[in-house]
């Protein structure tokens, strides 16, 4: 690897939601600067507020610097930009309140113009109310559709990833009565190849190995309890192994589950958001990360949401949160690896083997 890709990362983390652990996992994550031999952080929020976390915390022999710009980030601290005027802001934890929302949305849209600006490597978004942040700027069920949106692309896949298990959904945040209608072959399609371009650029597979799961149970039983298994998946599946993709299914979702067939594969597509993250957050809550493919940048998040019923408690665990910044580090130097590797095409190097890649080292060396 070139001296350039061994360069540290600029990590932006968007505070997210300040009345929920947000402040807390964060803080947690890099008390003491631990990540620092990996990547610079800098925390988009308020350094009022996470000022006040700290003492909240008995975090006090740790500083934190304020900046302006990414420019200006230490690598030996851990660099605060403020987003909003917070000199009257006071944190409730545990508390809806229509000012953190807005706060939340500030720093989100700040760490978004210096991703699509270079001016970072990667974003972490610690969680937000997807109900108080809307607004004229915010109308979308979550981050994953804002970046989609931020950074034009038709759609972004959301992908949950832990150290054994990684898994895609067809439908995101909608309601359960609308999934039948999004169930359709050029969406399928899609995500395969968003899922397949995502693990081979990503995480470094080299022939992946997907697995599909069916929208009905028991995978429609032949027809009895569903036909988009025969009509739409099972078609299009054949195509794709046809085409020399190792993507296999429909399975029913429980047994699929249960008899931890899942790792046999790289990946699982699930066909709604609670098909694929209840048995996602079961098997790796503490540890997931929601990583965003099909962005030209690099996004991650932890796999919980706000947690009022905790906040400020002292008992929010940060696996999810330090997780997702290691494997925030890791994408964005293996994406400029590849591109490296792209630009020197005439010296015929090797591209990474999955065994290599960095995030498959990280979990191995960070089993949580």
């Known amino acids: 690897m070139s001296e350039q890709a061994n360069e ?23 008390e003491s600067n631990q990540l620092s031999s990996m990547c610079t952080p800098i925390i988009y929020g308020s350094l009022r507020v996470l000022n006040r976390y700290r003492q909240l915390l008995q975090m006090k022999d740790w500083s934190l610097q304020g900046i302006q710009r990414p420019e200006q980030a230490n690598p030996k601290n851990t660099n605060v930009i403020t987003c909003w005027n917070d000199q009257q802001t006071e944190i409730e934890p545990g508390k809806v309140t229509p000012e953190a929302g807005q706060a939340a949305l500030a720093s989100l849209k700040r760490a978004v113009e210096d991703l699509k600006a270079g001016k970072i490597q990667a974003l972490v978004t610690a969680p937000i109310n997807k109900d108080n942040i809307q607004s004229e700027e915010f109308k979308f069920p979550g981050h994953t559709e804002y970046l989609a949106d ?7 896949l959301m992908f949950m990833v832990s150290g054994e298990l990684r ?30 371009s995502s693990l081979k650029e990503d995480f470094g597979a080299g022939k992946p190995r997907v697995a599909v799961l069916g929208l009905n149970p028991h995978a429609g039983e032949n ?27 429909p399975f029913p979702a429980d047994g699929f589950f249960a008899a931890k067939t899942y ?9 709604y958001h609670d098909q694929g993250l209840i048995p996602f957050k079961t098997i790796a809550f503490n540890e997931g990360v929601n990583f965003t ?4 940048a690099v996004r991650t998040s932890p796999d919980h949401g706000t947690a009022y019923d905790i906040a400020g408690k ?19 130097r293996y994406r400029r690896e590849l591109t490296e590797l792209k630009k020197n095409a005439l010296q015929e ?8 890649h960095p995030s498959n080292k990280q979990h191995q060396r960070n089993k949580f």
Not at 349 to 356: A, D, I, L, R, V
């Open 8 to 30: 540290k990362p600029l990590i932006g983390i968007s505070l997210g939601d300040y009345n929920g652990i947000g402040p807390e996992v964060v803080l947690k994550a890099l």
């Open 150 to 156: 931020a950074f034009e692309t038709k759609e972004a």
């Open 167 to 196: 898994v895609g959904v067809l439908t995101g945040h909608i309601p359960l009565a609308d999934v039948r209608t999004h169930i359709t072959r050029e969406k399928l399609s899609a995500k395969i190849k968003q899922i397949l």
């Open 223 to 249: 027809g009895l309890l569903g036909t988009e298994e025969q009509e739409i998946i099972a078609p299009l599946l054949t195509e794709f192994r046809q085409n020399g993709h190792l993507v296999f299914g």
């Open 263 to 271: 790792k046999n594969y790289d990946a699982v597509l699930a066909m």
């Open 293 to 296: 493919a099909g962005l030209s």
């Open 314 to 332: 002292g008992v929010a665990e940060p696996g999810s949160m330090l997780q997702a910044i290691y494997l925030a580090c890791d994408v964005s």
């Open 349 to 356: 190097k090797p591209q990474p083997s999955e065994s290599q």
